[in-house]
């Protein structure tokens, strides 16, 4: 079965950090650009990160810019968003996307973008 399975949620205090996985089976994520996207209740989706193929190329949103680092380890199938300084703001269902993007220099968190592979979240709770 071809997949995305986010893991590595839970529930954090303010300041904290969390590490998320996101792991494909089924097919290999070496030429698929990576993106992380979030989703809090009444709120539409947003991009948080992503990273192009070759992982030379990471994009941020603003808001997490400083705190959140995208990583990917393709001999693993994995790829990583490790999020520290954690608030409030960032509670919200996270969801990885594979988008197969073979040599793009670079990539854009685009929530709208036609992804091939999506998954199904982890819920991420900042609260004290």
């Known amino acids: 079965q071809l997949q995305l399975v986010e893991s590595g949620g839970g529930e954090v205090q303010p300041g904290g950090s969390l590490r998320l996985s996101c792991a494909a089976s089924?097919?290999?994520?070496?030429?698929?650009?990576i993106a992380w996207f979030r989703q809090s209740p009444g709120k539409e989706r947003e991009g948080v990160a992503c990273?192009?193929?070759?992982?030379?190329?990471?994009a941020y949103k603003d808001s997490v810019q400083g705190r959140f680092t995208i990583s990917r380890d393709d001999a693993k199938n994995l790829v990583y968003l490790q999020m520290n300084s954690l608030k409030s703001g960032d509670t919200a269902v996270y969801f990885c996307?594979?988008?197969?993007?073979?040599?793009?220099?670079?990539?854009?968190?685009?929530?709208?973008?036609?992804?091939?592979?999506r998954g199904q979240g982890t819920r991420v709770t900042v609260s004290s």
């Open positions: 089924g097919f290999a994520l070496n030429y698929y650009a």
């Open positions: 996307a594979a988008g197969w993007a073979p040599f793009a220099a670079v990539c854009a968190p685009d929530p709208n973008k036609r992804y091939d592979y």
């Open positions: 990273v192009n193929y070759n992982g030379f190329y990471t």
